[in-house]
């Protein structure tokens, strides 16, 4: 499943040839991805200018001229494909083998910059809604969303304060999108491993003694929380920056778009030696909370 810096390289991808252009013809080709299409789902895409392509934890949004914003979520197995008339050729550079075939390409807006953007799912979990701009607050899929973890706000002491009276493991608190929005289970396994810490240690030791007994008013947070913070940006932006140089550096014909080559330290390395400078340990796994879980148990404390 695509995680935060897929996504987020998704949207530099379609950035160029969605941002600024006009939606003349949208293509919804099925009634339904994971959930049915609105009723009016083409009519309120075609003929808007997108002004603007952002993102909030895995979804992507995009601002139209009209007032709407079009949230689109890839799902499991969702990807999506430029198709330039003037050249085929695209960016992007991929890890995960995407589906090639054409019968599972759903949706295709139809841009003014001359480029077709298309969406392929084999597997129908993506989906897209288009909400008014001034209901976005309200809107169910966003409203529980905890803060963005690259965002200025994420910081060692919001998050000691959301695990404070916690009494989940600090893995399973960091797969909680209210606590934090966007992780999956991926980076939380990676940055758990470069903060040092065990991924059953409880969430509420993040923050201090006194801060635990005030609950989420207090958390006063710890070195570990701190450290947890350095290494949860550490991850997230060194994958955004691989997605980045796959964009830049390789051209493929299919298009497709980010998925990346991304070697993890400690993701899916079961039986492999740890590498952490002179540790020695073997990195091991085990199911938690139903998800695979990968670790150093000599290493992470
Ligand atoms: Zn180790």
Redesign the pocket.
Known sequence: MPELPEVETVRRGLQPVMEGARIVKAEARRKDLRFPFQKDFVARLDGQTVTGLGRRAKYLLADLASGDVLLMHLGMSGSFRVINHEDKKTPGKFHHPRSEDRAHDHVVFHMSSGAAVVFNDPRRFGYMKIIARKALEEEPLLRGLGPEPLGSEFDAAMLARSCANRKTSLKAALLDQRVVAGLGNIYVCEALYRAHLSPLRLAATLATKAGQRKGVAGGEPTDHARRLVTAIHAVLNQAIKAGGSSLRDHRQTTGELGYFQHSFQVYDREGEK?Q?AG?G?IVKRFTQNGRSTFW?P??QK
């Open positions: 740890c952490t540790c340990g150093c000599k290493c």
